[in-house]
T-cell receptor, first 113, second 114 residues
Framework: DAKTTQPPSMDCAEGRAANLPCNHS???????VYWYRQIHSQGPQYIIH???NNETNEMASLIITEDRKSSTLILPHATLRDTAVYYC??????????????FGTGTLLAVQP | NAGVMQNPRHLVRRRGQEARLRCSPV?????VYWYRQLPEEGLKFMVY????????ESGMPKERFSAEFPKEGPSILRIQQVVRGDSAAYFC????????????FGDGTRLSIL
């Protein structure tokens, strides 16, 4: 699976949009981009995933560049409860694949009041 | 719908004892994954199971660790003769199929070895 690069930490003011970048320059054509977050002492929480089109759900938006070498997770109105470590993961998603997630070090997002 | 349920939430064992960690996947999910998070480290994949079959155990230590996902009942991660280095948070995740369906995680079992 492709390696991802994320900044180790970011700050965001409460109520503002949080934009978390991720580089995955060696991504393959059949690899999806997944975002998870882990709030202290809890299990990882799935946020969103996509292949090449931008995606939006009730939690966030995922913007993938046209060349697929990077993506941005957008939390439109960050709250204090969004303080967590955010993981960007790329993996093959097809029958026959092992489907394991390879977690990097992620980005610690600190939402400030 | 209930999410992934893990129990116990906290488990304390003495060195040399056995630890059994249980995971009930989301109802209808037939794929289960176990991950381990050592203190101050990231999550590491251990094993991937489908009902009654181990699909990928490439992340599981070769000795003392075993996993099963029987036809009926929860998935079990078993650690025999525990050592201090086994102290960690163990997370279970499940998904309905392979493909691009995301894995959903439980809140983990915190294992402490005295």
């Amino acid at each position: 699976d492709a390696k991802t690069t994320q900044p180790p930490s970011m700050d965001c003011a409460e109520g503002r949009a949080a934009n978390l970048p991720c580089n995955h320059s060696t991504i393959s054509g059949n690899e999806y981009v997944y975002w998870y977050r882990q709030i202290h002492s809890q299990g990882p929480q799935y946020i969103i995933h996509g292949l090449k089109n931008n995606e939006t759900n009730e939690m966030a938006s995922l913007i993938i560049t046209e060349d697929r070498k990077s993506s941005t997770l957008i939390l439109p109105h960050a709250t204090l409860r969004d303080t967590a470590v955010y993981y960007c993961i790329v993996r093959v998603a097809s029958d026959g694949a092992t489907n394991k997630l390879i977690f990097g070090t992620g980005t610690l997002l600190a939402v400030q009041p | 719908n209930a999410g992934v349920m893990q129990n116990p939430r906290h488990l304390v064992r003495r060195r040399g004892q056995e630890a059994r960690l249980r995971c009930s996947p989301v109802k209808g999910h037939s794929h289960v994954y176990w991950y381990r998070q050592l203190p101050e480290e990231g999550l590491k994949f251990m094993v991937y199971l489908q009902k009654e079959n181990i699909i990928d155990e490439s992340g599981m230590p070769k000795e003392r660790f075993s996993a099963e996902f029987p036809k009926e009942g929860p998935s079990i991660l078993r650690i025999q003769q525990v050592v201090r280095g086994d102290s960690a948070a163990y997370f279970c995740a499940s998904s309905p199929t392979q493909g691009n369906q995301p894995q959903h995680f439980g809140d983990g079992t915190r294992l402490s070895i005295l």
